[in-house]
T-cell receptor, first 114, second 108 residues
Framework: DSGVTQTPKHLITATGQRVTLRCSPR?????VYWYQQSLDQGLQFLIQ???????AKGNILERFSAQQFPDLHSELNLSSLELGDSALYFC?????????????FGPGTRLTVL | GQQVMQIPQYQHVQEGEDFTTYCNSS?????IQWYKQRPGGHPVFLIQ?????EVKKQKRLTFQFGEAKKNSSLHITATQTTDVGTYFC????????FGAGTRLTVKP
C-alpha cells in the first residue's frame, strides 16, 4: 500500500459524458501527478500540481482539466469523453515534486468509455 | 521537446537468463529513476541515479547512469518468475518524463 488513494476504482460511462477522478496523496506529500496508461502502453504524463498550484503540464487534452485543493487532494475532470479515453488513470504523489524524490503511485482508476 | 526512449518494448526470457532494458534521453538529465509495475499493479519505485557514470546494485539488479547523463540501463542477472512486469525509466530534464517501459515475461 503506497498511501495514495484513488476513487473510484472502476468507472464505466458513455461517450460524450463527463467524469471526475479523485486522488488523495500520501500524508505529507505536497505534489500530485496524473498519468494516463492505455492498454499495453507506457505512462503518459498529464499534469502535476504542487501545493495547489500547477507545476508542469504534459500531453493533457483540452477536454481534460485538473486541480489540487487546499487539503491537497486532487481531481481530474474528463469531459466530452471519447472511446479512446478508455485507460487506466494513475495518480502519484511526492514530497517536493521537483523530480528528485520518489513518486508513490495509487492503485489507479480504470475508465471504460462505451 | 524532451523525450525519453526505452528499448526493447518487450522481452521474453527463459528463467535463469539475463535481461537488460535501455533508456535514452534526447536531453541531458539531472537524474533518472526506475520503476517496476507488476501485472495488474501500479508502478513502484526501485532506485534513483544522480551522478554521471553511477552504478547501483540491488541484489540481482544492476542500474547504470551514462557518463553523459543521457542514458541508463537496468540489468537483471539470472531472472526469476518474480521479475515479471514492466520496467519504466523516468528521466528528469525540464520535468520528469517516463519511458514507454519494457515488458518482461519469464518462462519457468
Amino acid at each position: 500500500d503506497s498511501g495514495v488513494t484513488q476513487t473510484p476504482k472502476h468507472l464505466i460511462t458513455a461517450t460524450g459524458q463527463r467524469v471526475t477522478l479523485r486522488c488523495s496523496p500520501r500524508s505529507g506529500d505536497l505534489s500530485v501527478y496524473w498519468y494516463q496508461q492505455s492498454l499495453d502502453q507506457g505512462l503518459q504524463f498529464l499534469i502535476q500540481y504542487y501545493n495547489g498550484e500547477e507545476r508542469a503540464k504534459g500531453n493533457i487534452l483540452e477536454r481534460f482539466s485538473a486541480q489540487q485543493f487546499p487539503d491537497l487532494h486532487s481531481e481530474l475532470n474528463l469531459s466530452s469523453l471519447e472511446l479512446g479515453d478508455s485507460a487506466l488513470y494513475f495518480c502519484a504523489s511526492s514530497v517536493t515534486g521537483d523530480g528528485t524524490d520518489t513518486q508513490y503511485f495509487g492503485p489507479g482508476t480504470r475508465l471504460t468509455v462505451l | 521537446g524532451q523525450q525519453v526512449m526505452q528499448i526493447p518494448q518487450y522481452q521474453h526470457v527463459q528463467e535463469g537468463e539475463d535481461f537488460t532494458t535501455y533508456c535514452n534521453s534526447s536531453t541531458t538529465l539531472s537524474n533518472i529513476q526506475w520503476y517496476k509495475q507488476r501485472p495488474g499493479g501500479h508502478p513502484v519505485f526501485l532506485i534513483q541515479l544522480v551522478k554521471s557514470g553511477e552504478v547501483k546494485k540491488q541484489k540481482r539488479l544492476t542500474f547504470q547512469f551514462g557518463e553523459a547523463k543521457k542514458n541508463s540501463s537496468l540489468h537483471i542477472t539470472a531472472t526469476q518468475t518474480t521479475d515479471v512486469g514492466t520496467y519504466f525509466c523516468a528521466g528528469k530534464g525540464h520535468d520528469m518524463r517516463f519511458g514507454a517501459g519494457t515488458r518482461l515475461t519469464v518462462k519457468p
